[in-house]
């Protein structure tokens, strides 16, 4: 099920809200375990064993730490091996078969022949969730039982469970046991949810339009300026599309009474590749700190087992978006520039140029990203390229794609990317501050006034979208 669905939006949401407000507190978790998998099983009916499995099999490893009747290392390292089997079957089966495949062959062997298998939506997710809770136990961050209802809705609750944020047990358990809903806090629930829904449908699956038709041109097809806006509009998209599910995810919890972490801080304004990743996937980014990076031994020993520790990390990182050779690519290619970054000497760089040079790093990457392979990822990057060649576009092929509602998306996606809404909303805050009474309750009436207004026009406008566009799913749900 999709947040910008009408399903979702129109008769899933609501009635879980009506029933989670009318039921006791001692009633809400139930009620959320049980719409969570409600939730998942409306799009993966065939695959939500593989979810109670894993509730089952990780509610067990944590009894069986929290006994001690077994080496705790034993269990742990048994548990979390489940969990990455698991991941692997349905992750990597068909892309360790094909590259067997072409080594067999290779070898006059024959090919190795795997039928495709399915992935189940959001598995990257839940499973580094159940991880995280695993070795947080073992390492006594998690102070309280094994709670099979409350291990299962960490793992299932479903604002977040199909592209994240990635959560950790020891900050949401405590949430879970108890929680409170007040209006201010539903209020802004609705706020953010909304800004998110705003995110995806208005801005997000405007440019996917032109960034899917300029991606699928042949290589003869494509000259550097359609190229260069079809990976702009890809950009622009991925960062809406997945912060804007992020915010709905945050918006949801909220309602709920959950405070779901950040998971965006603007990375558009990064002014290093090492700060995009302070700013993009925040979850992701720690959880590979916390859980790989700081075990290998971080930047503990010195420049070259540092550089190692970020190729790796940053390979693993590539992989867990995607078995395909071009993620590797994409992982790797980060990793190259934030070892790159540590090595060089310290320059006092204009942040303009610092801008610029991450901005060409990140939409260079996202070609590999976004492209079906690497002959596909390198011909878009030899069209971007101003090394001359043949280009059998049409004269007016950017122009046709480039149309006004596309235009007003892509602009609306840059001033959005930007920090300016937080920037300006603190200075009217502080304006408030310094104001006389009676101008700060007219202030906060207008502001009262002109949000609601604002939440009820994005409602309309996405409304109005959705309601003649066909079926567009998140990005991260793949992942």
Not at 8 to 23: E, I, M, N, R, S
Not at 78 to 100: E, I, Q, R
């Amino acid at each position: 099920m999709v947040f910008s669905s009408p399903t979702f939006l129109f008769l899933f949401l609501p009635g879980v809200l009506l029933l989670h407000t009318a039921l006791p507190p001692r009633a809400r978790n139930a009620l959320l375990l049980v719409a969570s998998l409600l939730f998942y099983t409306w799009g993966e009916l065939a695959y939500t064993a593989v979810m109670l499995a894993s509730i089952a099999m990780n509610a067990a490893a944590g009894r069986a730490l929290e006994a001690g009747r077994l080496p705790p290392r034993r269990v742990l390292g048994f548990a979390v091996a489940a969990n990455l089997l698991l991941l692997g079957v349905f992750k990597y089966a068909n892309f360790v078969a094909d590259n067997l495949s072409v080594a067999t062959s290779a070898l006059g062997l024959g090919p190795v022949e795997l039928a495709p298998v399915h992935l189940p939506i959001g598995i990257s997710f839940f499973t580094f969730q159940a991880i995280s809770f695993l070795v947080d136990l073992h390492r006594g961050e998690v102070r309280e039982p094994t709670r099979p209802l409350r291990l299962g809705l960490f793992i299932s609750l479903f604002p977040q469970l199909i592209a994240g944020p990635i959560l950790r047990y020891r900050d949401l358990a405590p949430q879970i046991a108890a929680r409170r809903v007040d209006l201010g806090g539903f209020a802004e629930g609705v706020r953010r949810f909304s800004i998110g829904l705003a995110k995806k449908v208005l801005i997000a699956d405007t440019l996917a339009g032109p960034a899917d038709r300029i991606f699928a041109l042949g290589a003869g097809e494509l000259d550097a300026g359609v190229a260069w806006f079809g990976v702009a509009c890809y950009t622009l998209q991925i960062y809406f599309d997945f912060s804007g599910y992020s915010d709905m995810a945050i918006g949801l919890g909220r309602m709920l009474g959950f405070r779901i972490p950040e998971n965006f801080r603007h990375p558009y304004a990064a002014a290093s590749i090492r700060d995009f990743w302070r700013r993009w996937h925040i979850s992701l980014s720690t959880w590979f700190r916390d859980y790989l990076y700081v075990p290998l031994g971080g930047s503990r020993g010195g420049a070259l087992r540092t550089g190692r520790n970020l190729l790796l990390v940053f390979l693993l990182c590539g992989l867990w978006h995607g078995a395909s050779w071009s993620f590797v690519v994409w992982g790797l290619f980060h990793g190259a520039f934030l070892v790159a970054e540590r090595a060089a000497p310290r320059l006092a760089v204009p942040r303009p140029l610092a801008h610029l040079y991450v901005l060409a790093v990140v939409m260079v990457a996202w070609v590999f990203f976004r492209a079906d392979d690497l002959p596909h990822a390198l011909a878009m990057l030899g069209a971007m390229l101003p090394l001359g060649g043949s280009s059998t576009a049409a004269p007016g092929y950017l122009v046709d794609q480039a149309d006004g509602a596309v235009l007003a998306a892509f602009a609306a996606g840059v001033l959005g990317a930007t920090p300016w809404w937080a920037a300006a909303r603190d200075r009217l805050d502080a304006w408030r501050e310094r104001a006389p009474g009676r101008w700060a309750g007219a202030w906060d009436g207008l502001g009262a006034a002109t949000s609601t207004a604002g939440i009820a026009a994005v409602w309309l406008a996405c409304a109005t979208q959705l309601a003649v566009r066909t079926f567009d799913p998140f990005i991260y749900f793949r992942f």
